[in-house]
């Protein structure tokens, strides 16, 4: 439970920006501002254009993948490149999750 106050002075732009970067992390400005000083992580949340781009991502590397499974005995040479695909899909939304 927090009891203590602690108080620090900024400038007004200073301040609106620390508004607009908790906002768009879910996150109080005090709590963005503890995380912030005790160097946690903040993790700013998706728009819904990225959600839907990512569903959409890792529905093709999903395809991808069955596409080369598909493939694997009768052309092994493209069955390779597909998987190569969805494996640089794969780490695409990874990266995306971070």
Request: aromatic content about 10%; some cysteine.
């Amino acid at each position: 439970m927090k009891k203590e106050f602690v108080q620090f002075r900024c400038s007004i732009y200073e301040k609106k920006l620390l508004r607009v970067k908790a906002h768009k992390s879910g996150l109080s400005i005090s709590e963005y501002c503890r995380r912030a000083a005790f160097n946690d992580r903040i993790i700013e949340r998706l728009s819904e254009e990225q959600i839907t781009t990512y569903k959409m991502l890792a529905k093709y590397q999903n395809n991808f993948k069955l596409i080369g499974n598909m493939f694997r005995k009768r052309d092994p040479k493209l069955a390779d490149e597909v998987t190569q695909l969805a494996t640089e899909i794969r780490q695409h939304l990874l990266n995306f999750r971070k």
